[in-house]
T-cell receptor, first 113, second 112 residues
Framework: ETGVTQTPRHLVMGMTNKKSLKCEQH?????MYWYKQSAKKPLELMFV???????ENNSVPSRFSPECPNSSHLFLHLHTLQPEDSALYLC????????????FGPGTRLTVT | TQLLEQSPQFLSIQEGENLTVYCNSS?????LQWYRQEPGEGPVLLVT?????EVKKLKRLTFQFGDARKDSSLHITAAQPGDTGLYLC????????????FGKGTKLSVIP
């Protein structure tokens, strides 16, 4: 398996559910990212991890909880979401020096009902 | 806050036509990346430009980084239906942050 993978690809959850999104990269990168992509908005960076340490948290509500157990895996734990959280959630990875070319996974299409 | 403005927002052209899309900012970027995203998929990196005035070619796609490293353009020659997608530019500030600033994208439709 190559590149950046994400599971599940589609997720429908109620506002009281708890679910997790998973991301895995096979590129030997040390930095990993979570983005939210909504219609008519630019990609919104949510979290950045470098060598498993969180380096960026762009004022994301606490109902989104990231976890990075190692440089290859990244999780986004979801609980008590709102309908406006419905979006495409993208994971990306990059080297942590030089030019930060980011490689994206296919995304998880999340619908909150 | 750094912003990247992309234009046009939407573009619909016939197969075989040429087109140019633009990515502009008032801020200087240490590098700029172009991605193409298809519906329901993640963005795919096309190219990275680093040097002011740099021109890179990828088959029928030509990318240029402005001399002042504040803007970039993507020119497609003889567009094909497979070029359809959302084209995103993203700038790296180079200030030690991992963050990329993304534009809203240009949605291109190439009609057979």
């Amino acid at each position: 398996e190559t590149g950046v993978t994400q599971t599940p690809r589609h997720l429908v959850m109620g506002m009281t559910n708890k679910k997790s999104l998973k991301c895995e990269q096979h590129l030997g990168h040390n930095a990993m990212y979570w983005y939210k992509q909504s219609a008519k908005k630019p990609l919104e960076l949510m979290f950045v991890y470098n060598f498993k340490e969180q380096t960026e948290n762009n004022s994301v509500p606490s109902r989104f909880s990231p976890e990075c157990p190692n440089s290859s895996h990244l999780f986004l734990h979801l609980h008590t979401l709102q309908p406006e959280d419905s979006a495409l959630y993208l994971c990306a990875s990059s080297h942590n020096r030089g030019v930060y070319e980011q490689y994206f996974g296919p995304g998880t299409r999340l619908t909150v009902t | 806050t750094q912003l990247l403005e992309q234009s046009p927002q939407f573009l619909s052209i016939q197969e075989g036509e040429n087109l140019t899309v633009y990515c502009n900012s008032s801020s200087v970027f240490s590098s700029l990346q172009w991605y193409r995203q298809e519906p329901g998929e993640g963005p795919v990196l096309l190219v990275t430009v680093v040097t002011g005035g740099e021109v890179k070619k990828l088959k029928r796609l030509t990318f240029q980084f402005g001399d002042a490293r504040k803007d970039s353009s993507l020119h497609i020659t003889a567009a094909q239906p497979g070029d359809t997608g959302l084209y995103l530019c993203a700038g790296e500030s180079g200030a030690g942050s991992y963050q990329l600033t993304f534009g809203k994208g240009t949605k291109l439709s190439v009609i057979p």
